[in-house]
């Protein structure tokens, strides 16, 4: 059995599979899609502006299909797992208050050596990749994407702002033992949206695409 873990980039889908993957007992094969597409090459191009890649899906999927069996037990973990073939999904959820904290935090500590120090401020590519995924997180961009491909039957969201990485790890193990309800549309973050969560926000144009760019964890 397949099953993708995905969600916006900040919401802990790496930190929680690579606990699985270390877990006695858990026998599915843990694929962390982004360190494969970096392996593989398995891009169509990289987007400057954005500091990211554009991953060629249908290049990863030829790939998943020569290198594992069909009937292989994966756990796929990326934020475009979900446009994968597969089983069950599970997608991670998280305030978009605390995907936006996550993601700029993530971004000083790789930017030190050429930010200043003194200063608080991200790189504006990296800033403008947190807003974006925030965006993105509180209109369930990556939820809706999952329903629709693979229906609300074989979708199980959860909540990570509150647990800890081995409570979510916890979680997606449930989905897969088959031991966690099927849940779409439990997590709601429309605070966000309206300025409740994010003082200062103001909506973009357009959102980050969920079809194939960019990097998460």
């Given amino acids: 059995m397949r099953v993708a873990v995905t969600g916006t980039p900040g919401t802990g889908k790496t930190t929680a599979t690579a606990l699985l993957a270390e877990r006695e007992g858990f026998d599915h094969q ?4 982004n360190d494969l597409v ?5 891009v169509e191009s990289t987007d400057a502006e954005r500091d990211s890649l554009v991953v060629d899906l249908d290049a ?21 797992a979900h446009l994968l073939p597969t089983d069950r999904v599970v997608v991670l959820r998280a305030h978009p208050v605390t995907v936006r904290e996550r993601l700029v935090d ?4 790789e930017a030190s050596a050429t930010e200043n120090a003194a200063s608080a401020e991200p790189p504006p590519a990296l800033a403008r990749k ?8 509180a209109l369930d961009v990556i939820l809706s994407a999952a329903v629709d491909r693979h229906g609300a039957d074989a979708v199980h969201e959860v909540d990570t702002t509150d647990r800890d990485p081995t409570a979510v790890a916890d979680a997606i193990a449930a989905v897969v033992a088959g031991e966690r309800d099927p849940a779409v549309g439990v997590v709601e973050f429309s605070d966000y949206l309206v ?14 695409d969920a079809d194939g760019g960019g990097d998460g964890g």
Wanted: no cysteine.
């Fill in 60 to 80: 990863v999927r030829a790939h998943l299909a020569t290198a594992y069996d069909d009937d292989a037990d994966l756990l796929v973990e990326s934020h475009l």
């Fill in 106 to 109: 993530r971004g000083e500590s």
């Fill in 30 to 33: 843990v694929v962390h899609l």
């Fill in 130 to 137: 947190a807003r974006e995924n925030a965006e993105s997180e």
């Fill in 195 to 208: 300025g409740e969560g994010a003082p200062g926000f103001a909506p973009m144009e357009s959102g980050p």
């Fill in 38 to 42: 970096r392996e593989y090459d398995l």
